[in-house]
Every structure is written in C-alpha cells, then in structure tokens.
C-alpha cells in the first residue's frame, strides 16, 4: 500500500494559453505550437510576428509592445534575398562556357 513517509517531487506543471492567439507558455516558457520549440527569444519573435500587429487586451505575452524579434518584414526580405541568390547562381551557371 502507500507509505505515509513517502517523499513526492516537487514537479509540476502550469500551462497558460492566450486567448486572443493560443500561443501557449509551459512552466512560464512560451512554447511553438506544433513543434514544442522554445528558443531565448520566441516571446519576442511571437511579438513581433502577432502580439505587436494583432494583440488586444486579451494578449499575454509579456513582451507584448517591445520592438525586435522577427517580424513578416524581416522573413520577407529574408526570402527575397534568398530567391535573388538562387538565381543569380543559375544566371551564373547559364553564362559558363562548358
């Protein structure tokens, strides 16, 4: 049966989800949605990709208003520059005398 001298960890578990968005925190870490991914500055990122744009009273990331972190803009120059790259190594490629 159950000692009564038993030792239980002190583990635990808190999940917060948004309502306006459903960005999701786990013991106080904002987690991805869909990949579980926590990186040093996601709050920001999410910020800058949601909150900053689309966050209302009901918002509860912390960093809610704060300026950095990825944005729509940055990923759109991102693969922008990444496109003009591809093809200017095909533009390259074609111009090889082989």
Known sequence: MTD???NFSDFKLE???CEKCG????????????????????E???AGLVCNKLGNHQCIN??????G???WEYRAGYIDGMIKGRKDS??????LDL
């Not at 786990?26 to 579980?36: A, D, L, S």
């Not at 912390?62 to 300026?67: L, T, Y």
């Open 4 to 6: 009564p001298d038993r």
């Open 15 to 17: 999940r917060k989800e």
């Open 23 to 42: 960005a999701t925190w786990i013991n106080g870490q904002h987690v991805w949605r869909g990949t579980g991914a926590q990186t040093k500055d996601s």
């Open 44 to 46: 920001l990122d999410l």
């Open 62 to 67: 912390p960093k809610k208003g704060e300026v």
């Open 69 to 71: 972190g990825d944005t």
């Open 90 to 95: 095909l533009k390259e490629m074609g111009d």
